[in-house]
């Protein structure tokens, strides 16, 4: 697996873009805080996955 974090930015659009091109699209996650901004991401007609990092309740 692959995990990319920042997905719904620039960067990790792109990102994601070159990493489906280059390996099976099942491997890669997309990581965001704010899902609805990367719902395109997360379709299974792309392969792709979208998870929410559970950062919360996090310690520091």
């Not at 873009?17 to 899902?35: K, Q, W």
């Not at 901004?37 to 979208?50: V, W, Y």
């Amino acid at each position: 697996m692959i995990a990319v974090t920042g997905a719904s930015g620039q960067l990790g659009r792109a990102t994601i873009g070159h990493l489906v091109e280059r390996v099976d699209a099942a491997r890669v996650v997309a990581v965001t805080r704010t899902p609805a901004r990367a719902a395109d991401l997360g379709g299974a007609d792309q392969g792709g996955r979208l998870r929410r990092p559970g950062l919360d309740g996090a310690r520091r």
